[in-house]
């Protein structure tokens, strides 16, 4: 009987396999599932080789978790991008947000785990930032009537920015968790769409 040879991997190219296949294995067992060793064996390689690219098991997360945050950002933008201002762009963004954590929830959780809170690695800040980035593109032109006096358009830009993001992010949070109001078939009652206030965009 034939041994089965394990696929070679070049140094540049066996840190988005071992990414790759954690992401897989997040979604089949979620974190506790998760390890070197266990990544090792899903790519094909030692148990070691992980350690030649990241800092131990929270570099490998950290990774894993930037590359959610670049997909979060791909699955914001279908549709949007090249829409002009308004309903159907703000529409189309928060669908995606709510849809991308309906279908990666175990992802979705370790994005945004308290335990990146403080987190130096600049692979992730870079790939949150460009997430967040596409809310911020949203919220751009948004008019959202401020309760109190104007506070400047930089102030203004960050109160509106932290609105949405509150919003669709809570939203989606109850939901994960299971606390938001449910059909009796265990869906949503309301859509995130039937939640958002109704507000315009500034000409």
């Given at each position: 009987m034939l041994e089965k040879k394990k696929k070679k991997y070049h140094h540049g190219d066996l840190k988005p396999a071992l990414v790759q296949a954690g992401l897989q294995i997040l979604?089949?067992?979620?974190?506790?599932?998760?390890?070197?060793?266990?990544?090792?064996?899903?790519?094909?390689?030692?148990?070691?080789?992980?350690?030649?690219?990241f800092d131990g098991l929270n570099g490998l997360l950290a990774a894993i978790a930037a590359e959610g945050f670049r997909l979060h950002a791909a699955e914001m933008r279908r549709g949007v991008e090249g829409m002009p201002p308004g309903r159907a762009r703000l529409e189309a963004a928060a669908q995606g947000y709510v849809r991308f954590a309906q279908e990666n929830p175990a992802l979705f959780k370790l994005m945004f785990s308290p335990r990146f809170r403080d987190s130096d690695d600049a692979d992730l800040i870079a790939s949150g930032n460009e997430s967040y980035g596409v809310l911020r593109s949203i919220a751009e032109g948004l008019d959202w009537p401020a309760p109190g006096p104007a506070r400047g358009p930089e102030i203004e830009a960050l109160r509106t920015e932290m609105m949405l993001w509150s919003l669709v992010h809570g939203y989606v949070s109850l939901h994960l968790?299971?606390?938001?109001?449910?059909?009796?078939?265990?869906?949503?009652?309301?859509?995130?769409?039937?939640?958002?206030?109704?507000?315009g965009y500034r000409a």
């Open positions: 979604e089949e067992s979620g974190l506790e599932g998760l390890s070197l060793r266990a990544i090792a064996a899903r790519v094909g390689v030692s148990h070691t080789a992980p350690k030649n690219h968790e299971g606390r938001g109001p449910k059909q009796p078939d265990g869906s949503p009652l309301l859509d995130v769409l039937e939640v958002m206030p109704a507000f």
